[in-house]
């Protein structure tokens, strides 16, 4: 059955609003101000590190994403783990919030379809979550040009932009897990209990875990390189896994594979030389793949739970 | 083409385990207060949701405006303004904020939204707190501000889904006045509710559902006629007059006469004969003392007809 005029209709409106109220709100002014601060110092850490350490390196504006001093973990780790709470703080109310505010019907009786409500939503979160690593990434740069004094090469800011958008992507991930969640639950405690948990899962258990998945059934004549090989396919299911090798292939121009190095990848390759930034993403496009495919994949499964549900309250 | 604004016509909601509306047929005429009356879980809110095409129709049709709701929603909730059962608004906004999404929602042209919100406020008595976020409404609040959107939006029929529950004696005639107000500005309304005594007083005709079928409808006299033998009952006091029993019950339209004591009669009728009873009175040599007109409460007419189908029930 056809349905007239734009499932789209309204977007804008949609949109705009709810950035707005994720600009405006309490919560993600404290999330944001997390943000900043623990990167910062993370940043303030590794330029430190670097003077010490590493005045000869041809990637030296890189460094600043990935280099760590004790105790502080890298800018990079500090974003692999606050990204996530940053985009599940934005999506774990999105729909359920509107049940729980008896605003849903009234809304939806206003001329635009569901489809509009939710993708603006969803729009709004991740554009709120652009603004904010935009805001932090231009605040790196410049502390970084100020700090070091050397400015960065025209490769390292291709890669250091492919970085912040892999980053929005991996973001996009886990609002659309918390949007999902928000579909599901009608209680926005419980939705984001849920997503908390299996962020910590896929997170941190999950990784210790698939080792021990893949042994458990991987053939018994199978060689280590094969059960290796099931083991990363299966951490590769959590999208922690999939933006660690990200990062790894574009900001660390050295590396050549994400997976076991076979005898012949190593034929004429020069050891430590790196990779065009075209090669390092070829290495890392499956990964970028994947977690475009899973905020895609999650999104509309949220969007046929939306659909199918009933909008009283 | 039909008067009708709203029509449905066999209209069912089946869930996997149970059918929340049955074979539900009614039209709302331009211009009328229809009133869709039971008990809670009785399917109203349901039927409401399937006209505005936020619920997809099991079985059967609905037309509003002429419009399917199912596959021309919006048409539909161009033309409709909707009070939902404790309607919610963005607490953080203003009361004007709040009007001004649903403004850009609607489509109303940049340059007419604030006079327009600034109308609606009026109407329903809200100007003065337009600024003031709608955390600090009261339901009563919130209520009028419902109603403003629906003025806002130019509506030209409002469905209103209980729309006096939870409020307070006073709150709810204010909002009964305002459904009065909205009416003679010409827009159709379909009312629910399972507060039968409070909106009865602004409903033109009634459909009374029970367990997703509706059981009767028509305007209040009728539903009395159908299920008291009377619409109207006059009480007639009169001191002397002779055999005025027999000569009430000679009366054209009277369907009933009982005396409830000395010098008090209760005539069951099929319009209002205050007059003729009056006239009899001084026929007869009597004196009248005192003269009033009950109509039926939808309640009894309510609790009678679930008591007759009982009795059937029980009998078959």
Known sequence: MRREGSAMQGLGVVTLKELSDHLISARMRVLELLVVVTALAAVYAAITQIRDTSAEDPFLFLRLFTVARDPLPSFVSFLAFLVPLMAIGLGFDAVNGEHNRRTLSRVLSQPIYRDALLFGKFLAGLATLTISLVVLWLLLVGLGLIMLGVPPGGEEMGRALIFLLVTIAYGGVWLALAMLFSIIFRSAATAALVTLGLWLFLSVIWPALAPAVAGAFTPADADQATQVIIAQMLMRLSPSTLFGETVLAILHPTTRTLGPVYIDQLQGAVMGAPLPLSESLLVAWPQMVGLIAATILLFVGGYVVFQRQEVRA | ?316
């Open chain 2, 1 to 316: 083409m039909s008067d009708n604004v709203i029509e449905a016509r066999g209209l069912s909601k089946r869930y996997a385990t149970a059918t929340a509306v049955d074979n539900a047929t009614f039209d709302v005429a331009a211009g009328e207060i229809f009133g869709l009356l039971g008990p809670n879980g009785a399917g109203k809110t349901t039927t409401i949701l399937m006209l505005l095409g936020l619920s997809e129709i099991s079985a059967g049709s609905a037309r509003v405006f002429g419009h399917d709701p199912m596959r021309e929603p919006l048409a539909v909730k161009r033309l409709v303004g909707y009070l939902p059962d404790s309607v919610g608004f963005y607490d953080h906004l203003t009361a004007a904020d709040n009007l001004f999404y649903t403004a850009r929602l609607i489509g109303i042209p940049p340059g007419e939204r604030k006079p327009r919100i600034a109308e609606a406020l009026s109407r329903v008595g809200l100007r003065e707190v337009a600024e003031k976020r709608v955390a600090t409404f009261s339901r009563g609040m919130r209520q009028r501000l419902g109603l403003a959107e629906i003025v806002m939006k130019n509506a030209r029929a409002a469905i209103l889904d209980e729309p006096t529950n939870g409020l307070d004696p006073q709150a709810s005639l204010e909002l009964l006045d305002l459904i009065r107000a909205l009416k003679a500005s010409g827009v159709s309304i379909l009312l629910s509710s399972h507060l039968l005594d409070r909106v009865q007083s602004v409903c033109d005709r009634v459909a009374l559902f029970n367990q997703g079928k509706i059981a009767l409808m028509g305007t209040v006299a009728e539903l009395g006629r159908q299920v008291l033998g009377g619409g109207y009952a006059v009480e007639v006091e009169a001191e002397g007059g002779h055999d005025l029993a027999r000569r009430f019950g000679a009366l054209e339209g009277v369907r009933r006469v009982s005396e409830t004591e000395l010098g008090r009669w209760r005539l069951t009728c099929e319009r209002d004969m205050r007059a003729e009873a009056a006239a009899e009175v001084v026929a007869a040599g009597g004196r009248l003392k005192q003269l009033s007109l009950d109509q039926p409460s939808l309640e009894t007419i309510y609790t009678r007809y679930f008591q007759n189908t009982q009795e059937v029930a029980d009998a078959a």
